[in-house]
């Protein structure tokens, strides 16, 4: 039976941290060294980790005044990646930046070009500082990715495509709970077969351990249901008797080049199309209790399909506008920066995002 991934065991923060002075390095490299040796990482990953950390900490320090961050992340795979997000002013010339010798603060300026060398994949969105018009975030994101035992991905630093390979599906995961308690009421389940990812995407009424109770054990349905809509319809009997839960199913295809989703309840999905984004909203109700019956949004795509579901812990109140270019980055990029700018503090929050290109 294929792997279903869920977000509870596959997607978890292992660290977060505010980037105000050179010492935020001491504690990161600690965790980094524990982290890497339980997932079994070697000693020159763990090596190439810490170098990493010590640039994106020190990039923080120079360029950002204070006002960023790092986290660490464990994805499927299981993946370790390495996100530093800053508030700063963003980045004038990227290509220019990651060239070796150059630098913008009278330093050796071979950071950012390290940092591409010693990741097994690493990625980066900047949006430059807009004073004087309407307020958007600015600043940069980098992430830096380590797979156990693989070798360095190469990938194209101004399309973010891998060199070499066709068109392949690629997921992106943003799973965090409110306050960062133990107990999360959001939760993704995912199964990839061949090119086609189906995938779940649950929000249990309230949050804590009620909520995270009432989303738990539906893994299953995702292998046993013929299609999206009767993997919905099972999900809405098993939460009979519980809190409930508002959800999101769909399945995309990259033969079939086609979208089926559909939902219930106040979740929100996007879907890019070639460079159009389309924003779904779903059938009123509670999934176990009373809901109206779901419509389904079907798409078929080109060349390329972007899709995003959320649950309501992110703002919605974004367009394409507001991230130029990012819809264009690598998924995961794509959930950290929405999940990090986007979320919001009262609620568990969590994003799921596919691509095909």
């Not at 999360?184 to 086609?196: A, E, P, S, V």
């Not at 189906?198 to 009620?210: A, I, K, S």
Request: glycine fraction near 10%; charged fraction near 20%; include cysteine.
């Amino acid at each position: 039976m294929t792997k279903i991934f869920d977000s509870a065991t596959d997607c978890k923060l292992l660290y977060n941290s505010p980037v105000q002075n050179e010492s935020a390095l001491i504690l990161l490299r600690s965790k980094l060294s524990a982290i890497a040796q339980r997932l079994g990482l070697s000693d020159q990953k763990r090596e190439n980790m810490l170098l990493v950390a010590s640039e994106l900490v020190s990039n923080q320090v120079k360029h950002a005044g204070g006002r960023g961050l790092i986290q660490v992340w464990q994805q499927p795979g299981p993946t370790l990646d390495i996100l530093a997000l800053d508030y700063g002013p963003g980045i004038t010339n990227l290509s220019q930046a990651e060239e070796d010798g150059y630098s913008s603060a009278n330093t050796l300026g071979k950071g950012l070009g390290s940092i591409r060398r010693l990741s097994d994949e690493s990625f980066v969105y900047t949006q430059q500082d807009n004073s004087g018009k309407s307020k958007k975030w600015s600043g940069t994101v980098f992430l830096s990715r380590f797979h156990p035992g693989s070798k360095k991905i190469d990938y194209d630093k101004d399309t973010n495509a891998t060199r070499g390979r066709s068109a392949a599906l690629e997921i992106g995961l943003f799973s965090r709970s409110l306050s960062d308690d133990r107990y999360n009421g959001d939760r993704i389940y995912l199964q990839k077969t061949g090119d086609t990812l189906r995938w779940l995407h649950l929000d249990g009424l309230g949050h804590g351990e009620q909520a995270q109770a009432a989303t738990a054990n539906l893994a299953s349905h995702l292998s046993h249901c013929d299609t999206p809509a009767s993997v919905l319809a099972a999900v809405d009997r098993q939460l009979k008797g519980t809190r409930g839960a508002v959800a999101i199913i769909g399945e995309l295809g990259l033969t079939g080049k086609a979208l089926n989703i559909l939902g219930v309840g106040d979740m929100h999905a996007h879907v890019m199309d070639n460079e159009e984004m389309h924003n779904l909203s779903f059938a009123p109700g509670v999934l176990g209790k009373e809901h109206k019956n779901p419509a389904q949004f079907r798409f078929a795509f080109g060349k390329r399909c972007l899709m995003i579901s959320a649950s309501d812990g992110i703002r919605r109140n974004w367009d394409v506008s507001n991230f130029p270019g990012l819809f264009h980055q690598h998924p995961q990029l794509i959930a950290y920066t929405l999940g990090n700018i986007m979320g919001r503090i009262s609620d568990d929050q969590s994003l799921c995002v596919a691509s095909i290109d």
